[in-house]
């Protein structure tokens, strides 16, 4: 270990001045304040003002999606179809 390594450890307290590796006491993760609980009335009315903050999509904006969604399948299928089609060919007339 270099000289520039052991400046950093006993920086960061892993070494002690004269060299040696420093003692250090095991840490306790600190115990966490028990949570209120609340009840079902007061959740649902904090869920319903969550989702009044949510910016929900006009419906042009899920149509537009739902077409592009559905454009995007029918490519994707046709793709899958078409190399399983070459590929089964080719598989085929490999071992005929």
Same mark, same amino acid.
């Given at each position: 270990? +270099?000289?520039?390594?052991?400046?950093?450890? @006993?920086? @960061?307290? @892993?070494l002690a001045p004269d060299g040696t590796p420093a003692r250090r006491e095991p840490t306790r993760p600190a115990a966490r304040p028990p949570k209120e609980r609340i009840g079902a009335t007061e959740y649902f009315r904090?869920?319903?003002? /969550?989702?009044r903050k949510v910016a929900w999509p006009s419906r042009g /904006?899920?149509? +537009?999606?739902?077409?592009? *969604?559905? *454009?995007?399948?029918? *490519?994707?299928?046709?793709l899958i179809f078409f190399l399983d089609y070459v590929f089964g060919k080719a598989i085929i007339f490999l071992f005929q």
């Open positions: 270990m +270099n000289r520039q390594m052991k400046r950093m450890m @006993q920086r @960061q307290g @892993q904090q869920v319903r003002a /969550e989702l /904006e899920v149509v +537009n999606y739902s077409i592009i *969604v559905l *454009v995007a399948l029918l *490519v994707l299928t046709a």
